[in-house]
């Protein structure tokens, strides 16, 4: 199965019911995922909370600056 990503500018009314037609295609059809940024962006950052919390308790060792700049 593909992925296929598609942002929308909500702003538009075409684009405004195109995003409730997907949405509510979403609700009936298995391979539909609707996500929202906003939401996801408010998980990454309750992530970066978390594992900054438990850094700071020692239940997670922390990585050194160079190895984290290899990752990307």
């Known amino acids: 199965m593909a992925t296929v990503t598609i942002k929308i500018d909500t702003k538009n009314k075409k684009a405004k019911y195109l995003v409730d037609l997907i949405t509510e295609l979403s609700k009936t059809e298995k391979g539909i995922t609707v996500i929202d940024e906003k939401s996801e962006f408010m998980k990454?950052?309750?992530?970066?909370?978390?594992e900054l919390e438990q850094l700071k308790k020692g239940k997670l060792k922390p990585k050194p600056a160079r190895e984290l700049l290899g990752e990307l």
Not at 44 to 50: A, G, V
């Open 44 to 50: 990454s950052i309750d992530q970066s909370f978390n």
